[in-house]
Nanobody, 116 residues
């Protein structure tokens, strides 16, 4: 069974850092493009970052470019999102997802709240 388990969210002050993890099971993450999305209350879900199969290509939304870094540990079958210089507008539920011909499997979200 394909599963994605996101964790690592929490409450952090502006300017702080968090690292999100997404543990995958039922498939090998190095066989797929995989990414992070977020959804804030009252807003549409947005793509934050994704990484290609070969890891040669990464994507970041303009709102997080230069502050967030996506990576994965194929040995641990886990995807990460290092988030630095966090801003209140980064507050959202964060989700990881796997891509085949669409974003077909989604993990449950982990809440990130940036507030003083």
């Amino acid at each position: 069974e394909v599963q994605l388990q996101a964790s690592g969210g929490g409450l952090v002050q502006p300017g702080g850092s968090l690292r999100l993890s997404c543990a995958a099971s039922g498939f090998n993450i190095d066989d797929y493009a995989i990414g992070w999305f977020r959804q804030a209350p009252g807003k549409e879900r947005e793509g934050v970052s994704c990484i290609s199969v070969s890891e040669n290509n990464t994507y970041y939304s303009d709102s997080v470019k230069g502050r967030f870094t996506i990576s994965r540990d194929n040995g641990k079958n886990t995807l990460y999102l290092q988030m630095n210089s966090l801003k209140p507008e980064d507050t959202a539920e964060y989700y990881c997802a796997r891509y085949t011909i669409s974003w077909d499997y989604w993990g449950q979200g982990t809440q990130v709240t940036v507030s003083s």
